[in-house]
């Protein structure tokens, strides 16, 4: 028996080591595989990390790109507007322009001084109608307190206590673009 002993234990000794060593194979191909995977999974975070810097400087690049081509439109529309601008207040001062060569031609044939007086009162009228339209307005001024943010003063004239600080003449009429100053009223302030 001991020799039945000996060969069971040697068969033992085998199946151990064959165990030892599909153990070691095995855990030698775990390793491999874990690396293979955490390659693998390194490999797509750096893809996906290299796409999103795709995207981002792609999009950077379109986001430049649309402001340089709103910044050029932005600008050509200023430009339009600036040489634009001006043309609908000439339309509406040309009709003025007409009745004004009418008058003057009127002026030449006719000897009555009122109807010439009149169509001068109408064609001012018209104008400053067409002006008001247009949003500008003239600024008071005669007997109002001295204002220096609508009237620039070109004299000062003794004129009493009443009179003092306002505005007894008027040199030169101040016109207003809404509440811009177009023109400052030129005026005589009393002292």
């Known amino acids: 028996m001991s020799k039945k002993n000996t060969e069971n234990q040697e068969i033992k000794d085998q199946t151990t080591t064959t165990d030892n060593v599909d153990t070691a194979t095995s ?27 795709i995207d981002w400087k792609d999009q950077y690049i379109r986001l430049q790109a649309e402001f340089d081509n709103f910044r050029k439109r932005t600008i050509r529309e200023k430009m339009d507007l600036i040489q634009s601008g001006g043309s609908d207040v000439l339309k509406a001062i040309l009709p003025i322009l007409d009745d004004m060569q ?16 009149e169509g001068e009162r109408l064609v001012v009228q018209k104008f400053i109608d067409t002006l008001r339209q247009k949003k500008v307005v003239e600024i008071e001024a ?11 003063a070109v004299a000062r004239f003794a004129a009493g206590e009443e009179k003092k600080g306002k505005v007894i003449d008027v040199i030169e009429r101040g016109y207003m673009l809404g509440d811009k100053v177009l023109r400052f009223a030129k005026v005589v302030v009393g002292e």
């Open 27 to 53: 855990d030698t191909a775990t390793s491999d595989n874990m690396t293979d995977e955490a390659t693998a999974e390194t490999d797509t975070v750096a893809e996906k990390a290299t796409e999103e810097q």
């Open 142 to 152: 005669l007997d109002c307190p001295f204002d220096e943010n609508l009237h620039e």
């Open 102 to 117: 009418r008058a003057t031609a009127a002026s030449e044939k006719s000897d009555d001084i009122n109807a010439l007086r």
